[in-house]
């Protein structure tokens, strides 16, 4: 398989297992009462870690978001907020590695463990500090209009989502590194495998989306 095909179907599979997760644990937790984004978020982070170390081009952590939070529109009843918040950690992923992986050519340096495990966990932060106020400001949902919603999610749940984005960031990496290393030998039969992976996690999110609705 070349390298386009293998990030073509790393994006898919990436994207569409983030998609599942935010269906199935994001309504696990919401019927538990537990608090959702910094878990989810958690995950996202290990998906747009691994698939940006394969495929280190602006615009592929926002794609990978898109991809993910395509899955919501399937949903009843539909939140424009949930699509929101998986779209703008995409995008505040994109923006921070994008200017990282500059700076990085620009110096003549490489990209290091500790940089991506740190700006990870700056990147979710930002991500949470934006969303709360966009969320009541600018969408005008009525569920962040409530009191004390809109900070506990910024204070409260901003900080616990970047340190559990350490973690998620790391393992990111180390998933990434080891599925370039395998894959410089892999056979027809593996890449077969990981085709027919990404085409069924997506066909699975959608399952999981359309069951969900109804």
């Known amino acids: 398989m070349s390298k386009k095909r293998l990030i073509i179907a790393s994006v898919v599979l990436c994207g569409s297992l983030w ?3 935010e269906l199935g644990i994001g309504e696990m937790a919401w019927n538990a009462g537990i608090p ?7 995950i996202g982070v290990l998906f747009l870690v691994l698939a940006r170390r394969i495929w280190n081009v602006p615009g592929s952590s926002f794609a990978l978001g898109a991809l993910a939070a395509a899955f919501k529109f399937l949903q009843h009843p539909f939140w424009g907020c949930k699509v929101a918040a998986v779209l703008i950690v995409g995008l505040t992923f994109d923006i921070t590695f994008t200017l990282y992986e500059a700076r990085q050519r620009i110096t003549n340096r490489d990209i290091t463990v500790g940089g991506v495990v740190a700006l990870s966990a700056v990147a979710t932060l930002a991500s949470f ?4 106020p966009f969320a009541k400001y600018v969408l005008h949902n009525p569920y962040w209009s409530m009191a004390g ?5 910024m204070v409260a749940q901003g900080p616990i989502a970047a340190a ?4 998620a960031a790391w393992a990111g990496l180390k998933l990434s590194e080891r599925l370039s290393l395998s894959s410089e030998s892999w056979t027809h039969a593996n890449w077969l495998v990981y085709r027919i992976a990404a085409a069924g996690s997506g066909i699975a999110g959608i399952a999981a989306a359309l069951a969900l609705k109804y």
């Open 149 to 153: 919603k809109m900070v506990d999610y």
């Open 36 to 42: 959702r984004a910094p878990i989810l978020t958690a």
């Open 164 to 167: 559990l984005a350490i973690p």
């Open 129 to 132: 500090l934006i969303f709360g």
């Open 19 to 21: 998609g599942l997760a």
